[in-house]
């Protein structure tokens, strides 16, 4: 496999459910994003992991819970969701945080998440 | 902090059209400019980007952007639209200053009318 890998690709839950989102990037990166977009709305960056360290919190609810165990993988676990959540969350990944690292991300195709 | 502009939230052409999607950033230093695409229920792709040499930039899917720094623009053009142009666009910027984080523009949604 190449790229950005996110499973599952869809996804309905409940709001009293626990479910982990996880994306892989077989591109050699060091650091590794999740963002939120929803309808209408510009996109919004969660979370940041650089080798493996999460260097950047944007004020997430605790219902979401990230991990990173190496610099290929992440997850997002979720927990007692609202529907306010349901949208499509996007997983990135870049070469790194700083550097000679131009900024660019590379995507993955998205888990569309359904909270009912 | 450095921004971006992009304006008109929805653009409309018709098939065989020119395509312009218009960029304004903010930087105080020279940025990294960026175009994605994105297709319906799919991930951001890059379409091409601007890292300092070349001012006209050109993409995937015929599309190419010019960087102009005393506009502070880096607008998106394609000579002629296809209907498998419709999608939503994403412009970003980048510098250093910031940890070469991206930040994105609103979007723009294309819709190609026959």
């Known amino acids: 496999e190449t790229g950005v890998t996110q499973t599952p690709r869809h996804l309905v839950m409940g709001m009293t459910n626990k479910k982990s989102l996880k994306c892989e990037q077989h591109?050699?990166?060091?650091?590794m994003y999740w963002y939120k977009q929803s309808a209408k709305k510009p996109l919004e960056l969660m979370f940041v992991?650089?080798?493996?360290?999460?260097?950047e919190n944007n004020s997430v609810p605790s219902r979401f819970s990230p991990e990173c165990p190496n610099s290929s993988h992440l997850f997002l676990h979720l927990h007692t969701l609202q529907p306010e959540d349901s949208a499509l969350y996007l997983c990135a990944s870049s070469q790194g945080t700083s550097g000679v690292n131009t900024g660019e991300l590379f995507f993955g195709e998205g888990s569309r998440l359904t909270v009912l | 902090a450095q921004s971006v502009t992009q304006l008109g939230s929805h653009v409309s052409v018709s098939e065989g059209a020119l395509v312009l999607l218009r960029c304004n950033y903010s930087?105080?230093?020279?940025?990294?400019l960026f175009w994605y695409v994105q297709y319906p229920n799919q991930g951001l792709q890059l379409l091409l980007k601007?890292?300092?040499?070349?001012?006209l930039v050109k993409g995937i899917n015929g599309f190419e952007a010019e960087f102009k720094k005393s506009e502070t623009s880096f607008h998106l053009t394609k000579p002629s639209a296809h209907m498998s142009d419709a999608a939503e666009y994403f412009c970003a910027v980048s510098d250093w200053q910031y940890g070469n984080k991206l930040v994105f523009g609103a979007g723009t949604i294309l819709r190609v009318k026959s």
């Open positions: 591109l050699g990166h060091n650091a």
């Open positions: 930087s105080s230093v020279p940025p990294y």
């Open positions: 992991y650089n080798f493996k360290e999460q260097t």
């Open positions: 601007y890292t300092s040499a070349a001012t």
